[in-house]
Structure formats: structure tokens, C-alpha cells
């Protein structure tokens, strides 16, 4: 497959303020939308901010998160704004102690789902390895609560590796990471997204306490308790890999049955993140995505703007 010509850029990993200004004014015209009228995105806003619950929209700083806001769509991220690991890529908080879960927060994230008429919806949430389950059964519950509510809403569930906890040998980690897999599966999401983010090659330096092998195995054991569940997972390219480690990572996907793929633009949240390594072409983004399709994937959202979520009620 032959691909335009990209936007390269070769940043410092800790620019100046100036240089960092000069960043997002260099960042390609593709890159850039509006946030959206404050009177289309208040009436979500008002909703999760009463309720004292999160959004990985806003946690994430999602740039399409005026776009979703004014259809009166969000993806709710559960257990908490603090993440326990410390991705080089991620806007989500960390460093510190997250806090305690909220008991509430399953009906409060139902009762959000009703207010706002959804038929479809997206929960994800930060890594808790400090957790028993790292927050398994919290899926679960925040499942059933909105299905007592919203009884029609599909819901699509984005987790992590669900890893963490206490060493172990590899084997009983393992078997405790299935456990936890298969008790979100058990509670029958509309879809199960684990995203592997970037290639192999890169996983170290971006996906800090996160592997390539362990993201295709959470993928392949979803297959394994319930084949008829679509898998997903999402590339965020820009971090210096190559078209043909995209290919690679695409081709593993499909090994492990993955049905669905989202690909994406990684953009820099502050001066502590990773630099972009190079902005990819509306164009290449296109080319990624007919591949993705000729090599068997069922649903492909390939575009700068795209993140994991974004219009993912189409591919239900």
C-alpha cells in the first residue's frame, strides 16, 4: 500500500512554553474544530456535574467532545478521575492515591443515561490495580443499574487489562486476570473494547504498565467465554510508528478475532506528555481504513479526529 506524504514533525520532549504555543498553532487544519456552543453542551454538562460523576470527554480532553455534547452523548468514565498507571499519552489524572469508589455512582451513571435518552452507550474507566477485581464487578453493577433504568440501551463496555493487584506467578495472574474478564463479559456488553493504542515496537515508552501480548489476549479470551460479543480496540497513531507496524498490529488484531477498529491522531495534552512524532494525512487515514476492511475487520472508523467512542452507537 502506498501512502501520501505525511506531516512530519520532530519535537523536543520538554519544549519551551513558546515552542509549545508554536505546536498547536503548527497543528494541521484537519486537527482543528470548534468546541461547540456552550447552550448545545450545557445540558450534558449540568447533568454529570450534579450527579459528581466523570466523562472521559472531559477527563481525556476529547476533541470531539462538543460534537457529543450537542447530540446529548457522552462516555461515562467510571470508578473515579485518577488512574493508577501513568501512560505516557493519556490526559487522565495520576500520580496519586485514586479515591474511594463512590457507591452511588452506578445509579447516578443510569440515572444520566435515562436523562439523556440513550440508546446506545459507552462505559470506560480509569485502571484501579489498587481494587480487589480492578473494578470488574463495578462494570457489572453499573451494567445492571442502567438496565433497570434504560431497559432498550445497548451498552458497549472500554476496560482495561484488568492486570493489576498483587505479584504473583504468571499462572495465577493469569487465571485472576480471566476471572475478571469473564465477570464483564457474563454481564453481556453490546461490545468489548480493549485498546491496544499503539504497535509493539512502541508499547514500552507509551503504554506504561500495559503489553501488546496482554491486550491480544484480553481480546481473545472475550472470544473464548463468549464468541457472539464483537471486540474492538483502537490504534492512536503519531508516536513514530511505520505504516507497515500499523499493518502488523492491524493483522494481529484479526488473529485474536477483534471485529471492530477505530484509528486515530495522537495529539499532545500538555508539555509532560510524549511529543507528537508525526501527523498523519486525512488521506493515509482513508488508505489504513480500506485496508482494515480488506483484512476482515466488520466496523472501521479511520480519521484524525476519530477516538475510541466516537459514533460508536453505528456499528451496533
Known sequence: MNLPNSTDRSLTTQPSVASWRSE???????????????SEISTVQQIIKQRQIHTICEEGRCPNRGECYSQKT????LMGPTCT????????????????????EPQKVAEAVHLLGLQYVVLTSVARDDLPDGGASWFAATMEAIRQLNSKTQIEVLTPDFWGGQPDDLQTQTQRQRQRIATVVEANPACYNHNIETVKRLQGPV????KY?????VLRFVKQVDPSIPTKSGLMLGHGETEAEVIETMADLR??????????QYMRPSLEHLPVQKYWTPEEFDLLGTKAR????????SGPLVRSSYHASESA
Do not use: N, Y
Open 85 to 104: 498507571r501513568a501512560c505516557a499519552f493519556c490526559q487522565v489524572d495520576k500520580g496519586h492515591s485514586p479515591m474511594p469508589l463512590d457507591p452511588e
Open 207 to 210: 503504554r506504561r504498565g500495559a
Open 74 to 77: 457522552a462516555t461515562f468514565l
Open 24 to 38: 498547536i498553532e503548527a497543528q494541521p487544519s484537519w486537527l482543528r474544530r470548534s468546541i461547540g456552543k456552550a
Open 213 to 217: 501480548e496482554r491486550t491480544l489476549d
Open 255 to 264: 488473529e485474536v478475532e477483534c471485529d471492530r477498529l477505530t484509528i486515530g
Open 294 to 301: 480488506e483484512m476482515g475487520f466488520a466496523h472501521v472508523r
